[in-house]
């Protein structure tokens, strides 16, 4: 494969602090980047830059890691726009509304979740996001939650198994026999399509002891641990998660001091879904408290339609500016390398050379723009490995 040269960035942001002015974001002006084999080669200014086979000219444009988005539910059927509206006149968030959700995928062939998914990827493509992280959690049955994760595995490497998203209304007498199952045959025949255990620990979804099992039975058939938890209240999720050596705890609206804590001195990444918070009208998570003791944060969409109906990792990153008080630099970097942690990835995140040549090129001066323009379409190109991701609806320039 030949190399290509990048040139004309006006500012180009690695996320490797050894590079550039050292900040976090590792800031680099009038700079250029090689690509080749899928990787980066090189990056720095762009009078130093190498000759290469091809040059792309970017005119001037910043250029960003190609987002890493950590969470999504993509692969369901339906939508859930009566019950937004019905919540934006009042009515409180409870979780209930994924049983609506179950009924439509349940119904849907793999062909449709195919469709849905796809035109969904599309708009995360188009929006500047790389990778993608897809969980089950739809099906709640050994059958449908298989399928889902079928079509999730031809999208992404970075699939999760959540059948303890909560618990079907079949089982609603019966949460043990549904345990059993989770645990049991549901896990053996979606563990070859997943990489990923997830559980929703939360009141009204799974307490500890059954989080525990569900953690525990995933990890014995070789997935690795995350968990959705302290989303609609304090709870045990955080300190399970740690306990686990879960590579990222979601959510995280609801945190003690102890849950600080323990985040501070683990591994364990919490990854912040403002849109969740913005959708249900809820609070939101303290980010300052988890940057100011030192926890790893990550952002993400969580891209699903009963909470948080987006695909935009800037939408993400402009309400993380202006509802969490993180910086623009603090939050460019939880959207890029914090996503990459949280999915436990050292081959993307970051603009250095050896990391896959994962980009987003804006249709602007500075990667502030990500916060400063909220709602435009401030992405005018996204490269995954060296390669254009063709805009879905011939877009163009
Ligand atoms: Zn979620």
């Known amino acids: ?44 200014r762009a009078s130093d830059a ?47 509304g994924i049983m609506t959700t179950v009924a439509a995928t349940r119904a849907a062939s793999s062909g449709e979740l195919r469709a849905n998914a796809g035109r969904l990827l599309a708009e995360m493509h188009a929006s500047g996001t ?36 909560v ?41 500890e002891a059954e989080s525990i099992r569900v953690l525990a039975a995933g990890v014995a058939a070789g997935l690795l641990p995350r968990v959705h938890g302290n989303q609609l209240g304090y709870g045990p999720g955080v300190q399970l998660a740690v306990e686990f050596d879960a590579a990222s705890v979601d959510h995280c609206t609801h945190l003690s001091e102890e849950d600080l804590d323990a985040l501070a001195y683990s591994d364990t990444v919490a990854t912040l879904l403002p849109v969740a918070e913005f959708s249900t009208r809820s609070r939101y998570a303290d980010a300052r408290a988890l940057l100011d003791a030192g926890v790893t944060v990550a952002l993400a969409t969580d891209c699903n339609p009963g909470s948080a109906f987006t695909t935009s990792m800037p939408f993400v990153i402009a309400l993380a500016v202006r509802e969490y008080r993180m910086t623009p630099a603090e939050a460019l970097v939880a959207a890029t390398l ?25 249709d602007a001066p500075s990667y502030v723009h990500l916060a400063y323009r909220p709602g435009s379409q401030v992405i005018a190109q996204t490269w995954r490995a060296g390669a254009r991701l063709v805009a879905p609806r011939g877009e163009e320039e």
Do not use: Q
């Open 130 to 165: 790389t990778t993608v992280e897809i969980k089950s959690g739809y099906g709640l049955d050994v059958a449908t939650e298989r399928r889902i994760l079928a079509v999730a595995r031809e999208l992404t490497s970075e699939t999760t198994f959540l059948g303890a998203h």
């Open 338 to 362: 914090g996503g990459a942690t949280a999915l436990r990835r050292t081959d993307i995140g970051r603009l250095a050379p050896g990391f896959s040549a994962d980009f987003a090129v804006l």
């Open 1 to 44: 494969m030949s190399a290509t040269l990048f040139s004309g960035i006006g500012e180009l942001a690695t996320c490797e602090p050894t590079l550039g002015d050292e900040s976090s974001l590792g800031l680099l002006h009038d700079a250029a980047l090689v690509a080749e084999d899928g990787r980066v080669a090189w990056v720095g």
């Open 167 to 207: 618990v079907p209304a079949e089982y609603a007498n019966d949460r043990e026999g549904y345990l059993a199952l989770v645990t049991g045959e549901m896990l053996a025949a979606c563990a070859p399509f997943a990489r990923w255990i997830d559980v929703f620990c939360e009141s009204g979804a799974f307490d």
């Open 50 to 96: 190498p000759a290469s086979d091809e040059r792309v000219e970017l005119g001037g444009r910043a250029v960003v890691p190609g987002f890493v988005d950590s969470h999504t539910h993509l692969v369901f059927a339906g939508e859930r726009s009566a019950e937004f509206e019905a919540r934006m006149a009042g009515e409180p968030y409870t979780g209930g």
